[in-house]
């Protein structure tokens, strides 16, 4: 990290590829998210057929009461806000983010007559949490807008706890046709929604569609977390609309 608290370009090539974002783009790609915000869920919904929802919900069923758990990237909160039972931390590098989650997230738990979350304003490649912290971490949505994909699940598996899972739900993209389909969705469908809702021409969903044409595909990402040191990888597209993938590894013992 930079002294400033944005990330360091030490060691990436500049602009935006499978492995990351430069320290520039990412700047403003976050500017860009912070934008999402007030039609965040709509525009996912609608863009998702629906789906969005689904799939948050079958993510959600690998947390158990009881557990620690972390969600990375937490966004205005979400999927946070329907994880029951657990002893809950949001972070996100956002400010503006996490004042949104914080009011939702601890609605929801209040409602359910549980404590509120803690919430962490930082980012996935410098993890404030002690070795061996969490039983699950969660990341959804928001693994394509890291710095630096492979710091950032080096992070992720420092903080789990021996056995601890890792879940990641991002844009799903099989092998080169899959992903060029998935561009041209992005590119047609989701520009004329994000104009409808927001209208605005110049509107933030354009940076989301340019993250979505640089990020890898599961095979790729499945080889990056077995590097790393995950065991038990796994990753699938989520049926039954192919724009949303899974990857899941474990923590050695």
Known sequence: MAEDGLPSDEGREHGIDASGIDAGEWTELIRHLEATIPVYDKVNSIVTLGQDSRWRRHVAKSAQPGM??????????TFSERLAGVELTCLDPSEEMLAVAKKRVDAARSSRSEAS???VAATAESLPFRNDSFDRVFCLFSFRDFHDKEKGLKEMLRVLKPGGLL???DAG???????LLG???????????????????DHPWK????????????PF???MMRDVGYENVRGRLL???????????TKPK
Do not use: D, S
């Open 207 to 218: 940076w989301l569609a340019k993250t979505y044409v640089h990020f890898g595909t599961i």
């Open 221 to 223: 990402y499945r080889k």
């Open 173 to 179: 993209k099989g092998r080169f046709p899959h992903g």
């Open 239 to 249: 049926l039954p609309f192919l724009m949303a993938g899974k990857l899941t590894g």
């Open 183 to 201: 561009r041209l969705w992005m590119a047609t469908v989701v520009q004329l929604v994000a104009r409808r809702v927001t209208k605005n021409p």
């Open 167 to 169: 879940v990641i739900c």
């Open 68 to 77: 620690k758990v972390l969600e990375v990237g937490c966004g205005p909160g």
């Open 117 to 119: 979350a803690e919430y």
